[in-house]
């Protein structure tokens, strides 16, 4: 990879300012996260743990130092869109920054996280990655730079779409390309959805397509396309003449270039100018008859599409979360470093209280992004009951994981102060990129009414979240037992809220609070059986003390006007921002003091 200077070394010759805090530069990103690591020994084969591990300190080390760069360098210096080439030609084509390219390179080259649970062989494993497997590196890439995982993700969706659905003739001429490691030979893709008559409301859209031969013509406008010059782009469209809704809802691939080298005829019409991921270009496509080619079934292109949409919300709940486990290595490096009034900021009260607080939202979304990973691994291995859990988890995960990023940026910015305002620092553009995951996929109020109306009042999915959650307890021995028989009564009050919200159409604006209640049983569940799985493997039953915060704060009833600190608390705090390890009896006493 090309080096460029890091900023420090331009200015002061590599020393460490010596005023200010300092920030997570140089930060190997997976040794500093004990959890990531408990979390993939407990869910992966210990023969495929061990392979990733030098892969993933790897990614650690380089999302810390020269990517974080790069990132910076790339979200500063954002795409640009060329109309002509140098000879008066008109050929639209977009400059990024080479730092971007560098980024593109570790990604798609180095790691092959687009293709790791597609194609087999990379990073030297013999077979295909589990989705638990490839999202620990999606967690930790992201965590240095957000724009890319759209382009990761969507290159992967096309291919998967293409390789589910698509006919012979397209997968030999495109699935290789889609999944390639090989720079000169990766064609990225992309997914063009929205549309300005349709949003969410895809039935709507307008764009239609007209036979011609052994392909289509396509005639119409894309509102909002991210990797806008992507290779390969699925979409959806009308066939000309079929119904309205998305029953008469068609997908197709149309390449970027055609055989003999040309454009296809569609063109960008500008890039987005957007609040985040500067980095990556979004962009709006006029379509002028460009050729596509159908892919399965024409109507049954919508649903089709909507068999990703678990895989896609799995992957935005995930980078959100990698953006929290920023904020939160951020925000403790300067709480640790900075010394104000005499004390470190990790021992004032308030202090340690933000910091929980950052803490305990990003351990949540880390247990619920493992838990619905491993349901679509179980799920694509041919499980029914994986398959309606996962239907309930992807969009309780992208509807409460996405929110609660743009809070916990938002603090770790503050935790910094003043120049955590300034754009020299990451907070002001994790803050940024935070936005647009509670955008992206389906706003909250949809992901709230798609978990409630259809998981739940469709596909009776909370059956499934209440068996799985009962079991996980029911595997927990080493827990308390009044503990468990705690979280069992929980689970069921959650499960029946949300049938009581689903069953009637006058309860449609409690969604949002039923689907959180939902998220907060179901993590603070994974957390006491993830606790018990992490005491047996190394000692340590800490993160069953995360759960007590989840059900304290999140689900019980509090009186505004009582004071809310204990002793409990600050033994908890203590505890959880510090290393030493807990063994289940030393925790189990905190469980039930005041």
Known sequence: MHQFLKREDVMTGGARPALLAPDTTGLNFYRADPALSDLLRIHLPDTLFRHLTPHLDRLGELAGGYLDE?????????????????????????????????????????????????????????????????????????????????????????AKLLASFGSDGLKARYLDGLTQTDMRKLTQGGQFMTEKEGGSDVGTLTTVAV?????????????????????????????????????????????R???????????????KDKLGTRSMASGEIKLEGA???????????????????????????????????????????????????????????????????????TEQALSMSFLTADALDRAEAGSQDAAALLRILTPTLKFRATRDARKVCGDALEMRGGIGYVEEFVT?????????????????????????????????????????LHARLDDSNAV?????????????????????????????????????????????????WESARIHALRGDARR?????????????????FRLTENKADDAIATLLLGENVANMGEVGELLTAA
């Open 70 to 158: 790069c990132a910076r360098l790339a979200d500063r210096h954002g795409p640009v869109l060329h109309q002509r080439d140098r000879f008066g030609r008109d050929m639209q084509w977009i400059e990024y920054h080479p730092a971007y390219r560098e980024l593109e390179r570790a990604a798609f080259g180095e790691f092959g996280i687009h293709a790791m649970s597609i194609r087999k062989g990379i990073l030297g494993w013999p077979d295909k990655y589990p989705v638990v497997a490839k999202h620990a590196f999606t967690f930790l890439f992201n965590q240095a730079e957000f724009g890319l995982g759209c382009p990761i993700n969507v290159t992967d969706g096309c």
């Open 211 to 255: 036979p011609e031969g052994d392909h289509w013509r396509l005639h119409g406008e894309k509102w909002f396309c991210s990797n806008a010059d992507a290779k390969v782009v699925m979409l959806l469209a009308r066939p000309q003449g079929a119904d309205s809704g998305t029953r008469g809802v068609g997908l197709f691939l149309m390449p």
């Open 257 to 271: 270039f055609l055989d003999d080298g040309s454009q296809n005829r569609y063109r960008i019409v500008r890039l």
């Open 291 to 361: 050729i596509a080619y159908a892919v399965g079934r024409l109507d049954r292109g919508f649903v089709q599409m909507a068999e990703m949409v678990n895989s896609s919300r799995l992957s935005n709940g995930v980078k959100s979360t990698a953006l929290m486990r920023r904020a939160w290595h951020d925000a403790i490096t300067v709480a640790r470093n900075r010394v104000v009034f005499g004390q470190r900021i990790v021992d004032l009260p308030l202090g340690r209280r933000q910091l929980m607080k950052i803490l305990l939202a």
């Open 428 to 468: 002001a553009r994790l803050l940024r990129d935070a936005h647009l995951g509670s955008i992206w996929e389906g706003t909250g109020n949809i992901v709230a009414l798609d978990a409630l109306k259809r998981a739940v009042g469709r596909h009776g999915a909370d059956a499934a979240l209440a068996a799985d």
């Open 480 to 528: 308390p037992q009044a503990w468990r028989d705690q979280l069992h009564r929980l689970v069921d009050r959650a499960v029946g809220f949300a049938r009581e919200v689903a069953g009637r159409a006058d309860n449609e604006a409690e969604a949002r609070r039923a689907t959180s209640l939902l998220y907060h049983v179901a993590s603070a569940v994974s957390l006491t």
């Open 544 to 560: 069953l003390l995360l759960a007590r915060l989840v059900v304290d704060h999140r689900l019980m009833p509090s009186d505004p």
